[in-house]
């Protein structure tokens, strides 16, 4: 390689060589039904949006230029924050809370005892399984007077909330909703808890470190990697948080059309957004409700990833 | 390793998925003038004409029934019928211009898609074929009309009446149905029974009930057309609005929370009404359809929602709600659509249609057909439909948002999370803004 580059410096300097230029057009022919379709269905669309959420918009008649009529409009809408707040909540307990229970699972799975592939498989499902089913699974175990749950926590002598009625309970109701498909991110640990070097763990316990020293030490800072991706990700899913909130809260207590569960507890940003677009009928509303939703998960991506200089540790450094 | 550059674009590009994905939508539909057909068809020839309806399983046959009908006697229009109960689909396939000839959906649909030219206005075909719109229930016909058009067709309504259980009246020591809203309110007291540890077992009356229908007890109406003024605010609204909250705080929200979940599905034999855990219930049409299905036992009466006591003349309200037909815009055989469509209104079709899915007709000529002699508790229902004081929620371009944001803040009121002032305020406040 070295050699080769090294032989052409002169042509370099002028680009590409023929030879070059015509892998370059094979590479961009062979990958064009992905270019094409990102430009159609992400880039125009992006682009489209952030037109739209300048204009009322209602589909059937040309857009009008309103300028940032639908930002203040937005600033002004008590849905607004009610969803930011509902939709806070979940990113900030419900994202660690569901990664702490991944790793603990996949820690779990790591282990080799007898039949663990089974195990696996079994914590695994639940992923594989559509949001839609398993949020109609839950209305049924969350159900206070026959749901698994509450037999459960009636036999323990706990108290047994009105699971998805209470406004009080409809959100941890989802986060454990959230805790029951952490099979997801537990595989993804678990690749990554096979690639720590045993060696490690051995020359700690040969200095005498205990369990939950070793965990520290060596395990988290291992993760650290995979634990800023699925942060990341997983803050992502939650400000988009949809299907749950839709099924459990369809129609439900004060009747009405309106989304969002009892006392709008279950009102999330990207189910606020789709009552404004598609029942509403305000694209331009709309749009500039996910503009704004961009700008915030911007915000707070750059925030980890800013702070994740301090906890992030990669092999290669 | 991760470089930086790689994550940065990595991240940027998940970021634009997650603002595309959310914002996207169909390219702006090309202007279509739907409306304006010309009537100088050609030779005929074979059309054929697609037509959604929101209709499943029983119901949907009965309609396959008429649509078979109508293409046996047209060998020229024939219909294709699609039951589809998605309404966001009609959404889609109009904005992409490829719309059904023919489509159902809900009267509160009607005016906010039409006034935004989703909707053929039909009135130049009325007119032309002289369809007597004089025969329909103004209150079913005012909800697909706005500002001189009529988008729609109302095929079938829905009104409420009182349902009470015979056998937890008489328990109570009630020899009829109460007849005013304070004799409402003193058999809601009475009939609602708690268990000795103060658990809710029965309740006279569930006090989220729709306050639509109580606001016209108490003579409340919500848009002032003339002063182009919402009014959740207005006096007769609010009672109703304290009328539910009023029955709420006797309980509160824990234990009607608990309550609530302990109730069986609506369309079963554990509806809590037949069940007994609701004495009173108010409910449409439909309900002695399924007590005859679900619990044929049940010794029940259907009786006027209650008025106000201070004011006789609203005696007998009701709000109403309708099923219609109508044209999408952009349909290539606007003709043809229409002519499918009046004959679907026709009271010929309209009576069968109607009686084998048990809604109400809409229009006043069919409430003494023989049709729905056998079918349980329409007379009552039929007769009902001709008080003056039903009433439909007003049809505007924004009556989706209103309705939203009232059962949101009505929802609020109840739970005691804002005051019922300020409640109402902030429902006018935020409709008032789309008022044009």
């Known amino acids: ?317 | 390793m991760m470089r930086k550059g790689s994550t940065w674009g990595l991240i940027l590009v998940l970021l634009v998925t997650l603002v595309s994905g959310c914002g996207s939508k169909d390219t702006p539909s090309s202007e279509k003038e739907g409306g304006e057909a010309k009537s100088v068809d050609t030779p005929k020839e074979k059309v054929q004409l697609s037509f959604w309806y929101g209709w499943t399983g029983p119901e949907a046959e009965a309609l396959e029934k008429l649509i078979k009908k109508w293409n046996e006697a047209n060998p020229d229009i024939q219909v294709k019928g699609l039951s589809q109960s998605d309404y966001q689909k009609q959404l889609t396939a109009i904005t992409g211009g490829n719309p059904p000839d023919v489509a159902s959906n809900f009267g509160s649909d009607v005016v906010p898609w039409g006034e935004r030219g989703a909707m053929m206005p039909l009135d130049d075909y009325i007119q032309k074929d002289n369809v007597d719109l004089s025969d329909f229930v103004p209150a079913a016909l005012s909800s697909s009309q706005s500002n001189g058009k009529t988008y729609a067709i109302p095929i079938a309504m829905h009104v409420s009446m009182l349902f009470y259980n015979k056998d937890l009246l008489e328990k109570a020591g009630f020899s009829g149905p109460p007849e005013t809203m304070s004799q409402l309110k003193e058999y809601i007291a009475k009939l609602s029974v708690k268990e000795d540890g103060g658990k809710l077992q029965q309740l006279g009356l569930w006090p989220g009930v729709d306050a639509y229908t109580f606001s016209y007890a108490y003579g409340g109406s919500y848009y002032d057309a003339d002063q182009k003024q919402v009014t959740p605010d207005n006096a007769g609204v609010k009672a109703a609005v304290e009328f539910g909250k009023g029955i709420w705080d006797q309980f509160g929200s824990k234990e009607l929370d608990r309550f609530a979940s302990g109730l069986g599905q609506y369309m079963s034999p554990q509806n809590p009404f037949f069940t007994g855990k609701y004495a009173m219930t108010i409910d449409g049409e439909w309900l002695p359809t399924f007590i005859k299905q679900y619990a044929p036992n049940l010794k029940y009466g259907i009786a006027p929602i209650p008025y106000d006591e201070n004011n006789a003349s609203l005696k007998d309200p009701g709000n109403v709600s309708t099923s219609v037909f109508y044209i999408p815009k952009g349909v290539k055989h606007p003709e043809e659509s229409w002519k499918f469509l009046k004959w679907m209104a026709e009271p010929e079709q309209m009576a069968e249609f109607t009686a084998a899915i048990g809604n109400l007709p809409t229009r006043t000529s069919l409430q003494t057909h023989e049709i729905y002699k056998d079918v349980p508790g329409f007379q009552e229902f039929l007769q009902y439909s001709s008080s003056p004081n039903l009433h439909s929620f007003p049809a505007t371009s924004f009556s989706t948002e209103y309705m939203t944001e009232f059962s949101n803040q009505y929802n609020a009121i109840l739970r005691g999370d804002i005051g019922v002032d300020e409640g109402l305020k902030r429902v006018k406040d935020k409709i008032q803004a789309l008022v044009k």
């Open chain 1, 1 to 317: 390689m070295r050699d080769s580059v090294s032989g052409k410096t002169s042509l370099r300097r002028k680009g590409w060589t023929r030879k070059e230029w015509h892998y370059f057009w094979l590479g961009l022919i062979f990958a064009s039904p992905w270019i094409i379709g990102f430009l159609i269905f992400t880039v125009y669309p992006f682009f489209s949006s952030l037109y739209f959420s300048l204009t009322e918009y209602d589909l059937f008649n040309p857009p009008r230029w309103v300028g940032m009529d639908n930002y203040k409009a937005i600033m002004k809408d008590h849905n607004f924050y009610k969803s930011i707040s509902n939709t806070l909540f979940m990113a900030f307990i419900s994202v660690p809370v569901t990664l702490f229970s991944s790793l603990l699972i996949a820690m779990l799975l790591n282990f080799k005892v007898k039949g663990i592939n089974y195990y696996r498989t079994i914590f695994y499902l639940p992923a594989v399984i559509p949001g839609v089913a398993s949020a109609l699974l839950w209305t049924w175990m969350l159900n206070p007077d026959f749901g698994l749950v509450n037999i459960f926590l009636r036999w323990a002598g706990l108290p047994d909330p009105a699971w998805l009625l209470d406004p009080q309970f409809t959100k941890p109701s989802l986060i454990l909703m959230g805790l029951w498909g952490s099979g997801a991110g537990a595989l993804i640990f678990l690749a990554a808890l096979q690639g720590v070097p045993q060696t490690y763990y051995e020359a700690a316990e040969v200095d005498g470190a205990n369990w939950w020293y070793r965990f520290w030490k060596i395990t988290v800072p291992a993760l650290s990697p995979i634990i800023l991706f699925q942060l990341i990700m997983g803050l992502i899913g939650a400000f988009q948080i949809f299907t749950e909130s839709y099924i459990l809260a369809g129609g439900k207590a004060g009747g009405g059309n309106s989304l969002g569960g009892p006392a709008q507890s279950l009102l999330f940003y990207a189910v606020n957004l789709y009552q404004e677009a598609f029942i509403n009928l305000k694209m331009g509303y709309a749009s500039a409700l996910a503009w704004i939703l961009f700008i915030i998960v911007m915000l707070i991506t750059l925030l980890v990833l800013k702070t994740s200089k301090r906890w992030v540790y990669y092999g290669g450094e």
